[in-house]
């Protein structure tokens, strides 16, 4: 895959402290890339480095081979961007505001306008005043501003805040199309790990300004490790079962059972022993960790080893 945002060893001080440290990493073409931490980790921060919001301290970031630090007009014409939230002028109808934000752009045609409209679904209402409009359709709005100019690359930062499930599905749906269908590159900052796991290909983790990882989502979830989950009875016996039998394997308490860490082959292996020692078996299914328990994994490893 082509590569479209590249970041060097990016480092941001503010007042003495390390905020960003020496990150480095790239997008590609085509691909929607997560960029997830705690808060306070430094993602929106990042985030206005990349577009030219903040300065940058040491390192650099290519934006289509310019560099922002020293060809900022060549690297953000290919940026479209929503940092935090899109701020529009109410008291104008959401066609007026494209019109406004065409006029800083070369080239953008009225046909041009009718095509972003139809993409986030706002025909119907682009009329209205902005004013009328819902949080869902101010960030549909917001998207279609930065889609006017055909930007290489889509900047998102917590694009589903305040929407509920229905705009959260409208734009993960329109992110997915976009990266697809345009070959754009999309970069989306999010707290929320469940639609990140919908949405992206790949993320990043930051924390405490330092990135951590940068995998394939699906690589990332499911690392080396098959869950199983044992509907038995009782609980507390089998998982002392489990750790006497298994010594290695990781096994916790559920909702329903336990839920064991072993490959396929040695399941039939603890249902044997389970049923020797008279332990009530229901069902057995194998099991996918999400995104949110790697996510909390990893950042609590990282966060016992910074404390040792």
């Known amino acids: 895959m082509e590569s479209i945002v590249e970041l060097?060893?990016?480092?941001?001080?503010?007042?003495?402290?390390?905020?960003?440290?020496?990150?480095?990493?790239?997008?590609n073409k085509g691909e929607v890339?997560?960029?997830?931490?705690?808060?306070?980790?430094?993602?929106?921060?990042?985030?206005?480095?990349?577009?030219?919001?903040?300065?940058?301290?040491?390192?650099d970031i290519a934006i289509g081979g310019s560099s922002i630090k020293t060809q900022f007009e060549d690297a953000v014409r290919h940026v479209g961007a929503i940092v935090e939230n899109p701020e529009m002028y109410k008291?104008?109808?959401?066609?007026?505001?494209?019109?406004?934000?065409?006029?800083?752009?070369?080239?953008?045609?009225?046909?041009?306008?009718?095509?972003?409209?139809?993409?986030?679904?706002?025909?119907?209402?682009?009329?209205?005043?902005?004013?009328?409009?819902?949080?869902?359709?101010?960030?549909?709005?917001?998207?279609?501003?930065?889609?006017?100019?055909?930007?290489?690359?889509?900047?998102?930062?917590?694009?589903t805040n305040g929407l509920d499930p229905a705009g959260i599905r409208e734009i993960r749906d329109y992110v997915r199309l976009l990266?697809?269908?345009?070959?754009?590159?999309?970069?989306?900052?999010?707290?929320?790990?469940?639609?990140?796991?919908?949405?992206?290909?790949?993320?990043?983790?930051?924390?405490n300004g330092q990135l951590i990882d940068v995998q394939q989502v699906k690589e990332f979830i499911q690392g080396n490790e098959?869950?199983?989950?044992?509907?038995?009875?009782?609980?507390?016996?089998?998982?002392?079962?489990?750790?006497?039998?298994?010594?290695?394997?990781?096994?916790?308490?559920?909702?329903?059972?336990?839920?064991?860490?072993?490959s396929k082959e040695d399941i039939p292996n603890l249902v044997k022993i389970l049923v020797q020692e008279e332990i009530k078996i229901f069902g057995i299914k194998e099991t996918a960790k999400t995104l949110e328990d790697r996510f909390l994994e990893v950042t609590k490893e990282k966060e016992a080893e910074a404390h040792v």
């Open 226 to 262: 098959t869950f199983h989950e044992l509907e038995v009875i009782p609980s507390e016996t089998a998982l002392s079962i489990v750790h006497a039998n298994f010594p290695d394997a990781e096994a916790n308490l559920s909702r329903n059972g336990i839920s064991v860490s072993l």
């Open 179 to 207: 990266a697809r269908e345009k070959n754009m590159a999309v970069i989306v900052s999010s707290h929320l790990l469940s639609e990140m796991e919908m949405m992206c290909d790949r993320i990043g983790i930051i924390q």
């Open 91 to 159: 008291f104008l109808s959401g066609y007026q505001n494209l019109i406004h934000y065409a006029r800083m752009s070369k080239g953008i045609t009225k046909e041009k306008i009718a095509e972003v409209v139809e993409l986030v679904g706002l025909s119907d209402r682009i009329h209205d005043k902005v004013k009328t409009y819902s949080l869902g359709m101010r960030q549909r709005l917001g998207l279609a501003q930065c889609l006017l100019h055909d930007p290489e690359v889509l900047i998102l930062d917590e694009p």
């Open 8 to 27: 060097k060893n990016v480092t941001k001080v503010i007042k003495g402290r390390t905020i960003i440290d020496d990150i480095s990493f790239q997008v």
């Open 33 to 59: 890339f997560g960029f997830l931490g705690p808060n306070g980790a430094g993602k929106t921060t990042t985030i206005r480095m990349i577009v030219g919001l903040m300065a940058i301290t040491s390192g």
